[in-house]
């Protein structure tokens, strides 16, 4: 029964993962609550559970809601610009598939599963309450009846968190271009720029509210190295402080979008995500923290 139960859970991991991702920001962190949610289902009878994949979703987003409720304040209390962990893969393997008109199991789970980096950015601007409605429910369909008793509220009020939370999310989070190929155009156009030194190249391709967050994880004599950048001539001017550093940046698949990987001499230093619409580059999410870049997959990009 143990091993025929470990084998049914291994079918539902992708998906847990996936939910605790999306409410949480972190993969370690996600990884952690569908671990705890095997944990659970080990200790549990299940005799009469009807659907297990249902039961299993409404665990998991009750262990990452009492993650998020739990979390030290140190992201909302302190000034830190904070970049949720990317999801990485190599852009020209996608963009062969896409050409090919055809993907594989493996790629379709990479582009249906992705999610951008600004949308979860964000998330995590919600109430708890109101991520875990919206991502169980317009994520993932979970009905709201389902839901109601994991945020300890009637059906029709977990539908006004989900409602309220749609509504933040449609105003504040940009959808990107959904053509990959426009998106590497772009990306290229940027590289050329940065590359070659060119501030007027850099601004054109840049949107004029432009938004730059860099998530270094340092700080520099007890104050946060973070920042946040806004507009097209401060984005093209930090861009061109860190010129140098362009000739090893990689093209990359980030979060389902375009971004870069920069890695001297192999060696990742920043993951920048960039999101894309009619165009142009509306906001640029950079994550530097050597600690966890350490922890992160490149999906081959560094090889």
């Known amino acids: 029964m143990g091993e025929d139960l470990a084998l049914a859970f291994e079918t539902h991991r992708g998906r847990l993962r996936s939910v605790a991702y999306r409410m949480l920001g972190s993969l370690s962190e996600a990884d952690d609550a569908v671990q705890e949610t095997w944990l659970r289902l080990s200790r549990s009878d299940i005799s009469e559970v009807r659907s297990l ?3 299993l979703t409404t665990v998991v987003g009750r262990i990452c809601l009492d993650m ?10 302190s000034l830190d610009t904070h970049v949720p962990d990317p999801v990485i893969d190599r852009l020209d393997r996608i963009e062969r598939i896409d050409r ?15 999610v951008g980096i600004a949308l979860l950015i964000v998330l995590e601007t919600l109430d708890p309450a109101e991520r875990l409605a919206f991502v169980l429910h317009d994520m993932f369909a979970v009905p709201f009846d389902d839901i109601a008793p994991i945020v300890d509220r009637t059906p029709a009020a977990t539908r006004q968190l989900a409602s309220r939370a749609r509504r933040r999310v449609q105003g504040a989070a940009p959808v990107p271009d959904p053509d990959l190929s426009r998106q590497r155009t772009v990306l290229d156009a940027f590289l050329a720029a940065s590359r070659g030194g060119d501030f007027e190249a850099l601004v054109a391709v840049l949107h004029p ?15 946060a190295a973070s920042k946040l950048v806004r507009g097209a001539k401060a984005v093209a001017e930090q861009a061109l402080l860190f010129r140098q550093f362009a000739e090893y940046a990689r093209p990359a698949l980030v979060n389902g979008g375009v971004g870069v990987v920069t890695a001297p001499d192999g ?15 509306v906001a640029m999410d950079i994550l530097s923290d050597p600690e966890r870049l350490a922890g992160l997959e490149f999906g081959g990009v560094l090889t």
């Open 209 to 223: 509210e432009v938004v730059l967050r860099a998530d270094s994880g340092a700080l520099v004599g007890g104050t």
């Open 53 to 55: 994949a249902a039961w």
């Open 100 to 114: 090919a008109d055809r993907l594989d199991p493996e790629e379709e789970v990479v582009r249906a599963d992705s």
């Open 267 to 281: 060696q990742p230093l920043s993951v920048t995500a960039l999101t894309v619409v009619d165009g142009r580059i």
């Open 68 to 77: 998020l409720r739990s979390r030290t304040s140190r992201r909302e209390e």
